[in-house]
Nanobody, 115 residues
Framework: QVQLVESGGGLVQPGGSLRLSCAAS????????MGWYRQAPGKERELVAG???????NYAQSAKGRFTISRDNAKNTVDLQMNSLKPEDTAVYYC?????????WGQGTQVTVSS
């Protein structure tokens, strides 16, 4: 079992920045992909950014150029640096870890972009 704990959410004004962090614990052997998803009220959960164990990244179109995902394999952490935030980025952000074909999710952290 893998446990994921997110941190770093909060309230930020449009144009501001936030950094989300996710730490994996438990049986963390051979976690391959990690990533961030988000879910806004009334909408489906969607991919924001993902990163493999070798550092290959992919981003949602809405995140390209504004968000950066990074990973520390030794510490089993994945971060999401979010810049130029917009009101439409408001959502609960979830960390995901994929281990041997099984998905593990964090509890989510709220990000609110509002003036």
């Amino acid at each position: 079992q893998v446990q994921l704990v997110e941190s770093g959410g909060g309230l930020v004004q449009p144009g501001g920045s936030l950094r989300l962090s996710c730490a994996a614990s438990g049986y963390t052997f051979r976690i391959n992909a990690m990533g961030w998803y988000r879910q806004a009220p009334g909408k489906e959960r969607e991919l924001v950014a993902g990163i493999t164990s070798d550092g290959t990244t992919n981003y949602a179109q809405s995140a390209k150029g504004r968000f950066t995902i990074s990973r520390d394999n030794a510490k089993n952490t994945v971060d999401l640096q979010m810049n130029s935030l917009k009101p439409e980025d408001t959502a609960v952000y979830y960390c995901l870890a994929v281990q041997l074909g099984t998905d593990y999710w964090g509890q989510g952290t709220q990000v609110t972009v509002s003036s």
